[in-house]
């Protein structure tokens, strides 16, 4: 399963991108994450669908400091194309 999301609300500098990053690898879930110029992050979850499930779902709370407003999930086709999931910084 391959999910695309776009997460909105106070979603910068309060350790979401390694939180989720802790988060995906332990649910053995390959991708990327990555903050965008308009304060959201962004980021594609490869894996089986229960654990692509469960990091959208901790997506939806994210770390302590996070303020979540909003998960916007695109539902691709799955493409394998990650062998770990990491934090992109472009």
């Known amino acids: 399963m391959r999910a695309h999301i776009y997460v909105s ?28 110029p308009d304060g959201r992050v962004e980021a594609v979850l490869e894996g089986e669908e229960g654990a692509v499930l469960k990091v959208i779902e901790w997506a939806r709370r994210g770390p302590p400091l996070a303020r979540v407003e ?16 990491y934090i992109k910084y472009r």
Not at 17 to 25: C, G, N
Not at 70 to 85: A, I, K, M, N, P
């Open 9 to 36: 609300g106070l979603v910068q500098g309060v350790f979401f991108r390694a939180s989720m990053q802790e988060v995906a690898r332990s649910l053995g879930v390959n991708g990327w994450v990555r903050n965008l």
């Open 70 to 85: 909003r998960v916007d999930v695109e539902w691709e086709e799955y493409r394998g194309e990650f062998r770990d999931f």
